[in-house]
C-alpha cells in the first residue's frame, strides 16, 4: 500500500499519454506550446504498461487515462487491454474532450475502458468554437451519444467561465440530468498557460445560480473523490471541484504520470521525478524506489489561493488535470 507523509493511501494513478491536442481551450492550451516533447522522449505503451504494473502491484486501484488529448495517441485501445488483462478490477477511465471517440468507443469498452469524463463546457457551436478554437460541438456531443450508446459510464467537466458559458450552467445539467450523466463543475484552476482574461466560477456563485431553479442537499464528499456532491429531489446528483477551498486536498489519493514518464505528486506544483531511466532499463525495483518517494513527498496542499498571488506553473495539457 502506498501511503503519503499525511497518512493519506495513494491508490490512484492519472497517465497522461500525450501533452498534444487538437483543441486550443483558453483556461488550459490557447496557444500551441513552443515546442512539443519530441516523439522519441514518449514512453512507449509497452514502457507505460511496465509502470502501470508497478504501480498496481504497490496498491494503485484505479487507472485514468488523460492527456493533452489521449485518443491522439494511436493503438490506445491495445494500452487499455494490456492493463485490462494484468488486472480486470482495477477502475480504467479517460478523460477525453470526445472529438474523434465516435467510431472508437466500442473497442475501447471491449478492450476494458469502464468509463470515460468528457469536457462538456457549452452546447452552442460558435461558443464550443470560441473556446476550443475550432467547431467542435458537433463531433464532442456524437461522441458522448456513442459512448452512452455502447455502455460506457459518462460523467461530464464543465470548466464555468464569466461572461462565456456561465449562462449555460443550466442547460448543460439539464443536457447531462437527461441522459443520467453526472456532471462536475470545475472551479476554473490559474495556471501560466491559460489566457489571461479568464474569469471563473467559485462555488458559492454556482450554487446561487442552482438555486435559482433547483432544490438539492449538500452531500459532502464520497470518499477520495474531489466532488463535493449535490443530490436533487429526484435523486440527481451533481458535484463542484473546488480546489480553492482550504480541506480540498485532505482526501487526495492521486499522483499523475506524464506521457515521457514524469511522476508528479501534485497538480499544482512543479516538483517530479522521473521513472523513465529506469523503466527503459526494465528495473523494476528502482521504478518502485521513485514511485514511493513521490508518494513520500506528496505536499500537504495545494496553493490555489494562496495570498502571495503566485500561480501554478504546471501545464494541464502535460499533467493531464
Ligand atoms: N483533453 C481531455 C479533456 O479535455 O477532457 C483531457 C485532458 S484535460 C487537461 C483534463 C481536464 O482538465 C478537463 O476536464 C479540463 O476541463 C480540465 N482543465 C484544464 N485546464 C483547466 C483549468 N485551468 N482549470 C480547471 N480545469 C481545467
Ligand atoms: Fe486539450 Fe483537454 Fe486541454 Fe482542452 S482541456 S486544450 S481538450 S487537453
Given amino acids: 500500500m502506498l501511503v503519503d507523509s499525511y497518512d493519506r493511501v495513494v491508490d490512484y494513478l492519472r497517465v497522461s499519454v500525450t501533452e498534444r491536442c487538437?483543441?486550443?481551450?483558453?483556461?488550459?492550451?490557447?496557444?500551441?506550446?513552443?515546442?512539443?516533447?519530441?516523439?522519441?522522449?514518449?514512453?512507449?505503451?509497452?514502457?507505460?504498461?511496465?509502470?502501470?504494473?508497478?504501480?498496481?502491484?504497490?496498491?494503485?486501484?484505479?487507472?485514468?487515462?488523460?492527456?493533452?488529448?489521449?485518443?491522439?495517441?494511436?493503438?490506445?485501445?491495445?494500452?487499455?487491454?494490456?492493463?485490462?488483462?494484468?488486472?480486470?478490477?482495477?477502475?480504467?477511465?479517460?478523460?477525453?474532450?470526445?472529438?474523434?471517440?465516435?467510431?472508437?468507443?466500442?473497442?475501447?469498452?471491449?478492450?476494458?475502458?469502464?468509463?470515460?469524463?468528457?469536457?462538456?463546457?457549452?452546447?452552442?457551436?460558435?461558443?464550443?468554437?470560441?473556446?476550443?478554437?475550432?467547431?467542435?460541438?458537433?463531433?464532442?456531443?456524437?461522441?458522448?451519444?456513442?459512448?452512452?450508446?455502447?455502455?460506457?459510464?459518462?460523467?461530464?467537466?464543465?470548466?464555468?467561465?464569466?461572461?462565456?458559458?456561465?449562462?449555460?450552467?443550466?442547460?448543460?445539467?439539464?443536457?447531462?440530468?437527461?441522459?443520467?450523466?453526472?456532471?462536475?463543475?470545475?472551479?476554473?484552476m490559474e495556471n501560466a498557460y491559460a489566457a489571461k482574461e479568464i474569469q471563473g466560477l467559485k462555488s458559492p456563485e454556482l450554487l446561487e445560480i442552482l438555486k435559482q431553479k433547483y432544490q438539492f442537499s449538500d452531500d459532502g464528499f464520497d470518499g477520495s473523490s474531489p466532488s463535493h456532491y449535490y443530490t436533487m429531489k429526484d435523486g440527481y446528483r451533481f458535484g463542484i471541484i473546488e480546489p480553492y477551498e482550504d480541506d480540498f486536498c485532505k482526501k487526495c489519493n492521486r499522483i499523475r504520470l506524464t506521457a515521457e514518464g514524469n511522476l508528479i505528486p501534485c497538480l499544482y506544483f512543479d516538483e517530479a521525478l522521473s521513472i523513465a531511466e529506469s523503466i527503459k532499463k526494465g528495473d523494476i525495483k528502482a521504478a518502485a524506489l521513485v514511485l514511493k518517494e513521490v508518494v513520500r513527498t506528496k505536499p500537504e496542499k495545494n496553493r490555489w489561493g494562496g495570498e502571495d498571488g503566485e500561480v501554478s506553473s504546471r501545464a494541464f495539457y502535460e499533467t493531464g488535470g
Fill in 22 to 188: 487538437n483543441f486550443r481551450c483558453t483556461y488550459c492550451m490557447p496557444e500551441k506550446p513552443f515546442s512539443w516533447v519530441p516523439k522519441e522522449n514518449l514512453l512507449t505503451f509497452e514502457e507505460l504498461f511496465e509502470f502501470m504494473k508497478v504501480a498496481i502491484d504497490e496498491g494503485v486501484k484505479k487507472i485514468r487515462i488523460t492527456g493533452g488529448e489521449p485518443l491522439l495517441r494511436e493503438g490506445l485501445d491495445k494500452f487499455i487491454k494490456m492493463i485490462y488483462d494484468y488486472e480486470p478490477s482495477i477502475d480504467l477511465a479517460m478523460t477525453t474532450n470526445a472529438y474523434l471517440l465516435k467510431g472508437v468507443a466500442q473497442k475501447l469498452k471491449d478492450a476494458g475502458l469502464k468509463r470515460i469524463n468528457v469536457s462538456i463546457d457549452t452546447l452552442i457551436p460558435s461558443i464550443a468554437k470560441d473556446i476550443a478554437g475550432k467547431d467542435v460541438l458537433k463531433n464532442v456531443l456524437a461522441g458522448v451519444e456513442e459512448a452512452l450508446a455502447v455502455g460506457l459510464k459518462v460523467k461530464a467537466n464543465m470548466v464555468p467561465m464569466k461572461g462565456v458559458n456561465a449562462s449555460e450552467i443550466m442547460d448543460i445539467l439539464e443536457y447531462c440530468k437527461k441522459r443520467n450523466i453526472s456532471v462536475r463543475f470545475i472551479e476554473y
